[in-house]
């Protein structure tokens, strides 16, 4: 550590065992469920895909 900082807190344990875990969930398909995301009509998805095809062209 620098002489002149003062320790709040240890971050990267927390940090690595809570990343560990996050990792752990998405390889056993345990996250993201259905509800962790947002849903998009799908005639508003057709809207976005046209207009993201003008800019293809």
Do not use: I
């Amino acid at each position: 550590m620098h002489p002149h900082a003062k320790t709040y807190a240890q971050l990267l344990p927390f940090l690595c065992e809570a990343y560990s875990d996050w990792a752990d969930d998405v390889r056993d398909g345990e996250y993201p469920e259905d509800k962790h995301g947002y849903h998009m009509d799908p005639e508003e998805l057709e809207k976005f895909n046209e207009m993201m095809a003008k800019f293809e062209g």
